[in-house]
C-alpha cells in the first residue's frame, strides 16, 4: 500500500521557521520526484517546491524562493521542506507528493505530475 504521512506542522509567529516531513512507504519512491503543495482556506492548491530522484534538481515557487529548502533522503524514504522567515500567507494544509515514472530526471510543478498524495498537515503562521 502507497502512503505518504505529513509531519512537523504547527503554529508559528511569523518571522519563525518550521520542518515539514514526509515519510514514504510501499513504493521506491528514489526513483520518482518529489515535491510539496500547499492549499489556503478559500484558494487553489498551489506548487511550493519539487526535487527531482537523485535529488541533484530543485525548483521553488517564487513566493517562497530564498525561504525555503527542499531535501529528500532516499535511505530513509523521506522528503522535507525546511521553511524560514514564515509569513501569515503561509498558513495553508501542505502536501506532500510523489511524481510519476515520468518524473525521475525533473522537479517538476504541475500538480497532474503527481500520483501519490498525503493527507497534510496544517501549518499556521500568526502575525
Known amino acids: 500500500q502507497v502512503q505518504l504521512v505529513e509531519s512537523g506542522g504547527g503554529l508559528v509567529q511569523a518571522g519563525g521557521s518550521l520542518r515539514l516531513s514526509c515519510a514514504a512507504s510501499?513504493?521506491?519512491?528514489?526513483?520518482?520526484?518529489m515535491g510539496w503543495f500547499r492549499q489556503a482556506p478559500g484558494k487553489e492548491r498551489e506548487f511550493v517546491a519539487a526535487i527531482s530522484a537523485s535529488g541533484a534538481i530543485t525548483y521553488y515557487t517564487d513566493s517562497v524562493r530564498g525561504r525555503a529548502t527542499i531535501s529528500r533522503d532516499n535511505a530513509k524514504n523521506a522528503v522535507y521542506l525546511q521553511m524560514n522567515k514564515l509569513k501569515p500567507e503561509d498558513t495553508a494544509i501542505y502536501y506532500c507528493a510523489s511524481g510519476d515514472s515520468s518524473t525521475t530526471y525533473y522537479a517538476p510543478r504541475d500538480a497532474y505530475r503527481y500520483n501519490y498524495w498525503g493527507q497534510g498537515t496544517q501549518v499556521t503562521v500568526s502575525s
Open positions: 510501499g513504493r521506491t519512491y528514489s526513483r520518482y520526484a
